[in-house]
């Protein structure tokens, strides 16, 4: 499946759902209606508060994103292309660095190595 047509499912559950949630408050509605206790008033007040916190809270904007089909600006294209240009150029000179480095390292161990080989020498027993 395309990624358009798992924004449409997406977006057609989420509706189904914040219908079936409607629905449901509605039905708290009609029951507080006909029982003394408070309890379906409680739980309208709960649902229409956690309703409200979903669709204007990050569910709601993450389907308004899905649902904007607005294409992205020149101008934020150029930027976001110039930020990648960047982070490309800043990684060639870090693997120059690492390279420079490993170098170093090869060089100091052979100045190591021959340093400490005629003291070596001199603990040999001859076979």
Excluded: C, H
């Excluded at 358009?4 to 408050?25: C, D, E, Q, R, Y």
């Excluded at 490993?102 to 003291?119: I, V, W």
């Amino acid at each position: 499946m395309n990624r358009n047509g798992s924004k449409l499912i997406g977006a057609v559950l989420t509706m189904g759902l914040t219908v079936a949630g409607l629905t449901f408050l509605v039905g708290m509605v009609g029951m507080s209606k006909q029982i003394d206790s408070p309890m379906p008033l409680v739980g309208l007040v709960f649902g229409g508060l956690m309703f409200g916190a979903l669709w204007f809270g990050p569910v709601g904007r993450a389907l308004g994103r899905m649902l904007d089909t607005r294409p992205i600006g020149d101008e934020q294209m150029q930027l976001q292309i110039d930020q990648l240009e960047s982070r490309v150029l800043d990684a060639g000179v870090d693997q120059q660095r690492l390279a420079e480095l490993e170098e170093r390292l090869d060089f100091a161990e052979r100045l190591l190595a021959q340093r400490n080989a005629p003291e070596l020498q001199r603990y040999r027993t001859p076979t």
